[in-house]
T-cell receptor
Framework: AQTVTQSQPEMSVQEAETVTLSCTYD???????LFWYKQPPSRQMILVIR??????QNATENRFSVNFQKAAKSFSLKISDSQLGDTAMYFC?????????????FGTGTRLTIIP | EPEVTQTPSHQVTQMGQEVILRCVPI?????FYWYRQILGQKVEFLVS????????KSEIFDDQFSVERPDGSNFTLKIRSTKLEDSAMYFC?????????????FGPGTRLTVL
């Protein structure tokens, strides 16, 4: 079974600064996907970024980027130029690659607060 | 942009009552899921559904729970006799293989409160 660990329950950072959220996972699979989802106070789950394990290049989406270290089973999220709207819970998630029909396994989340 | 929708947004029910949570997945998606999030906790997988049958279910998904896709568009989760501990946010998600864009898209959730 897969496990996802987020060791930082809470973080805060000043607006416009850069912050990195940590995530580690454990799996025996070789093909899989990793995701970061954002959950604002509305509690909707919003996809932030995804990474395919077979790709060596780290994914980026505007101010969001990941540092994917496959050997270390680490998948951290970096938010640059943080904005007040980034305040939310952030969940790291794992999904096996099996041509669909695979569940997401989530970490316990990191509550991020951006301070004006 | 297509999105997953869920109704109702908030459901309040008495313990022992039946509830049906509804979801409309993205139209060309083939895989459907229900997840649950108890307040302050992580999101947990309940069940996955493909080709009109359950593909996988978690330990949480006991005989009180059922899912169906009655009309080719809606995807429902039924809880037959609700318990206090069923109070949670319930998320529907859908998925399609897209050759490198394989991602589960979530609906906005239904907040279930059992009194």
């Amino acid at each position: 079974a897969q496990t996802v660990t987020q060791s930082q329950p809470e973080m805060s950072v000043q607006e416009a600064e850069t912050v990195t959220l940590s995530c580690t996972y454990d799996t025996s699979e070789s093909n899989y996907y990793l995701f970061w989802y954002k959950q604002p106070p509305s509690r909707q789950m919003i996809l932030v970024i995804r990474q395919e394990a077979y790709k060596q290049q780290n994914a980026t989406e505007n101010r969001f980027s990941v540092n994917f270290q496959k050997a270390a089973k680490s998948f951290s999220l970096k938010i640059s130029d943080s904005q007040l709207g980034d305040t939310a819970m952030y969940f790291c998630a794992f999904m096996k690659s099996n041509f669909g029909n695979e569940k997401l396994t989530f970490g316990t989340g990191t509550r991020l607060t951006i301070i004006p | 942009e297509p999105e997953v929708t869920q109704t109702p947004s908030h459901q309040v029910t008495q313990m022992g009552q039946e509830v049906i949570l509804r979801c409309v997945p993205i139209s060309n998606h083939l895989y459907f899921y229900w997840y649950r999030q108890i307040l302050g906790q992580k999101v947990e997988f309940l069940v996955s559904f493909y080709n009109n049958e359950i593909s996988e279910k978690s330990e949480i998904f006991d005989d009180q729970f059922s899912v169906e896709r009655p009309d080719g568009s809606n995807f429902t989760l039924k809880i037959r006799s609700t318990k206090l501990e069923d109070s949670a946010m319930y998320f529907c998600a859908s998925f399609v293989l897209a050759g490198g864009s394989d991602t589960q898209y979530f609906g906005p959730g239904t907040r279930l409160t059992v009194l």
